[in-house]
């Protein structure tokens, strides 16, 4: 069997067994094969080179690092557990590749090591390495190698997962003393040494400046062809196309989240806005080893911006970029804002606009026209210090444009002044906090210079009981209203008619009972659900006999994001942070598209991904899994995957709707939060990715924000993502979920405080409350005096139905 279901909600929150293979069908897309191994490439970033990268031809190389064996392809949890028809790893993939020689004494050594000493990357769920003990070896034993060999290749390697945080120790975000003495004998025998870190997250690269170490390659988790691709990227077959998604700073603590992060309780966001770059080049930028947007490639190039101008709203700026080196290769342009000083303070810069250049040849140019419109440059007002409560503003002020390689290369272009401060968007107060505690802000010092300033978050002034009764849905006009007396439902319309554009979708809500309605609130009840492809993660929809014959048909789930999670084999494909590094969604369209198609061939009708939290901190254990520390990269990145998926039919399912940003008790945690930093930090990629991207399904996150679980958020759910995007798709829970009684209405609680909030499944289903039956909260209070309506029910039935009316799945009951 392929996935157990949990038996306690704790237990069911805290374990999933992993997903062991079955069938013997290996067989992948060539097609598939050949993007993954160029995103894995395009996402790797090289930190430093002095030289030694690409290897030239008949480099002879002296391979350390048990990682060159023991490679480490993605995390691990749902993310991760993919059966992948094959793995490769580094020694493997230079042996094949053209151009080097593997020094293949000092190969045997570590190959007869690795094969004694196992990893344990196949541990429990929850207790797997972060990192494998390192083979010692003797300086005469290294010596030798620099004597038959030219270059040193060191690898490192670091795993993570979901459940669980990266530790500030050697082995997970600091090297071991063994990993240290390894680059202490290899710097000191080789004149030459390149580093890879194999990781999917940040971890500690202050060692990097104490070793003679001449070239530095950041390899995140690539999936099954991650390693060809190292090789790729080694040889120059081809270059390193990776920019950092994310600030690399000197020490952990320099972090903003740091004295925060990973609190059990609730985790105070006190650094507000002030989230990775938009923090350090405010106020710290001595504290960055690596900035956000830095990577090089195997050439070099002049980034020459042009006038910015506006027109129709719209800030533009055409870049000329030239390859000033001898190879041809690819640049990242990247447009960076800095506001005026205003009512609301701002960070020094904000990512506005990126375009990745085609193949630029040596000598040649290409010009990349960068748009960014001018309401994109708003801030949130949530106080009304702009005279705007509760609106996105345009500051009135000069607006300065930085166009360039990376944040801190990025140079003046010009600038846009706004003659009078307007308001771009005017929206309601929601999710605001209901705790006290003083946020990040910034102060000008007597020169200018900006100064670190705290201030008293602003707290919740909407009483949400008021809130829900106001915009209770109501019910379809002759709507059956009870328990048909007889037992026999009424079936004049049929799903099929629906779909076939023959009856409205209204005319056949209005026929389902309350219990039909509530059970289209649910999935089906387990993991693996029987109605779909062994392995799957739970079935929603048509999930009861009697839903089906009225011609609803079930749809399959499965993980994400690094591949379809199933029983049968599936390609693994680069980590989020891989993707996100080629800042290049066009790229990860093209994947996306070739995926959805393995997706068909799979049984899977919709993929648990992107996963797109933003990474607040290095140490969350599923970073690996999201794609950056900004809300632009995360948002294009996910709208691509989106787009790409949804193109072939099938659907993703964006997650975790939000603040997922911290694994220590995901599922009790509090995120506290000021409505700006979730407007502009934590919820602006999923609203770029619902705006641009239009997913059919959305995954609402295990932890509470300000208060409230994300299943039972109808601020975040009803008033933002619906209300004020426009979101027309279904919302499920993350696996299973917390019940708890509604604190505004005595007669609702769990599942009926979900329906409420507008969270429309349960998933994979309930069977710790009620058994076999599911709990029946929805039913239940729907009796009840302020208890569910059947609007309410109906709301959550239309999204469940409109979901499976676009996903075209309404013949599959039929065959
Ligand atoms: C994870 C989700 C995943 C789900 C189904 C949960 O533990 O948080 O990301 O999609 O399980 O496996």
Redesign the pocket.
């Known amino acids: 069997m392929t996935t157990t279901p949990r038996d306690t909600p704790d237990s069911q ?1 805290l374990s ?1 067994a992993s997903t062991t293979a079955s069938g013997d069908d290996r067989r992948v897309d060539p097609e598939l094969v050949r993007r993954a191994r160029s995103a894995a490439a395009q996402g790797a970033v090289l930190l430093r080179n002095g030289g030694s990268l690409p290897l030239p031809a008949a480099t002879r190389v002296a391979l350390f690092g048990r990682v060159q064996k023991d490679w480490i392809a993605v995390g691990y ?3 991760g557990d993919v059966n992948a028809p094959y793995s490769t790893e580094l020694l493997t993939s230079l042996r094949e590749a053209e151009g080097v020689e593997v020094d293949e004494e000092l190969a045997g050594v570590y190959e007869s090591w690795c094969a004694e000493h196992p990893t344990g990357a196949g541990a429990e769920w929850g207790s797997w390495p972060f990192s494998f003990p390192e083979m010692p070896l003797d300086d005469a034993t290294v010596r030798a190698a620099a004597e038959r060999t030219d270059v040193a290749v060191v690898t490192l390697g670091r795993a993570a997962g ?2 669980r945080e990266n530790l500030l120790e050697p082995g997970s975000y600091y090297l071991t003393d063994e990993e240290r003495v390894l680059l202490a004998q290899v710097t000191r025998a080789f004149e030459r040494t390149v580093v890879i870190v194999d990781t999917g997250n940040v971890i500690d690269l202050s060692w990097a400046e104490e070793y003679a170490i001449d070239a530095l390659l950041i390899a995140w988790l690539g999936g099954m062809e991650g390693a060809r691709a190292i090789a790729d990227v080694l040889t120059g077959a081809v270059e390193p196309g990776g920019r950092l998604p994310d600030t690399i700073a000197r020490r952990y603590s320099d972090y903003p989240s740091a004295a925060h992060f990973g609190d059990p309780v609730a985790n105070d966001y006190a650094e507000d806005v002030f989230v990775g770059y938009r923090y350090f080049e405010t106020f710290a930028p001595e504290a960055v080893l690596y900035p956000f947007g830095f990577g090089r490639g195997y050439t070099t190039f002049d980034i020459a911006p042009g006038d910015v101008t506006v027109q129709d709203d719209t800030m533009r700026c055409t870049a000329r970029v030239t390859n000033t080196g001898d190879r041809p290769g690819t640049e990242v342009v990247q447009a960076y804002v800095t506001k005026p000083d205003g009512a609301l303070a701002a960070p020094a810069r904000e990512l506005v606009s990126f375009a990745r250049t085609a193949s630029i040849a040596p000598g040649a140019s290409q010009d990349v026209t960068l748009e960014v419109p001018l309401a994109s440059l708003a801030s949130y007002d949530e106080t009304g210090a702009t005279g705007h409560r509760s609106a996105w503003v345009l500051a009135a002020g000069e607006h300065v444009l930085h166009v360039g390689a990376d944040v801190r290369r990025a140079r003046r272009a010009g600038s846009h002044t706004v003659k009078n401060t307007r308001v771009v968007e005017q929206l309601e107060e929601a999710a605001a906090p209901r705790h006290a505690f003083d946020r990040m802000t910034l102060r000008r010092g007597d020169d200018g210079s900006a100064e670190i300033a705290w201030e008293p978050t602003p707290q919740a002034t909407v009483a949400l009981r008021e809130r829900i009764l106001d915009r209770l849905p109501s019910a379809v006009p002759g709507s059956v209203e009870a328990e048909p007396a007889d037992g026999a439902a009424r079936t004049d319309v049929s799903f099929a008619d629906v779909a076939a554009g023959e009856a409205t979708l209204d005319s056949f809500i209005a026929q389902l009972s309350p219990s039909e309605l509530a059970s289209l609130s649910y999935g089906d009840i387990t ?1 693996d659900s029987p109605l779909g492809a062994p392995g799957n ?2 079935a929603l929809g048509g999930v009861t006999e009697a839903l089906r014959s009225r011609g609803v048909p079930p749809a399959i789930t499965t ?2 994001p690094s591949g379809i ?1 199933i029983a049968a084999y599936a390609s693994l494909l680069p980590c989020g942070t891989a993707l996100a590094s080629t800042w290049d969604p066009r790229a990860i369209e093209e994947m996306a598209d070739l995926h959805a198609q393995e997706m068909r061939r799979k049984g899977s009708d919709i993929l ?1 991904s992107p ?1 797109m939290n933003i990474h607040r901190d290095p140490l969350c254990g599923r970073n690996f ?1 999201y794609f950056s520390e900004d809300p632009l990269l995360t948002g294009r990145s996910a709208a691509a995957v989106v787009r790409g998926l949804q193109g072939q039919g099938v659907s993703a399912c964006p ?2 709707f939000a603040c ?1 940003n911290q694994e220590t008790e ?1 599922t009790r945690a509090d995120s506290r939060v000021s409505e700006r930093a979730l407007r502009e930090i934590y919820l602006k990629g999923f609203e770029i990715c619902v705006r641009e991207a239009s997913p059919l399904n959305i ?1 609402t996150a ?1 932890n509470k924000i300000n208060g409230v679980w994300a299943h039972y958020h109808y601020d975040l759910v009803t008033t933002i993502l619906r209300g004020q995007w426009g979101y027309q798709g279904n919302v499920m829970t ?2 299973w979920m917390r019940m708890a009684p509604d604190p505004d209405f005595p007669d609702v609680r769990d599942s009926a405080y979900r329906v409420r909030a507008g969270v429309d499944v349960l ?2 289903g309930s069977i710790e409350h009620g058994g076999e039956t599911r709990e029946d909260s929805v039913v239940a209070s729907y009796e009840r005096p302020e208890g569910i309506t059947l609007g309410e029910m109906q709301r959550t039935a239309r999204h469940v139905l409109t979901y499976l009316l676009h996903a075209g799945l309404a013949d599959r009951t039929r065959r």
Do not use: V
Request: charged share 30%.
């Open positions: 929150l999933q949890g749902s993310g979901e459940d993991m993660a739970g993980d994400g999670r648990l996963g899994e997650k975790h997922n995901r995954m295990y993350d696996w998933m994979p």
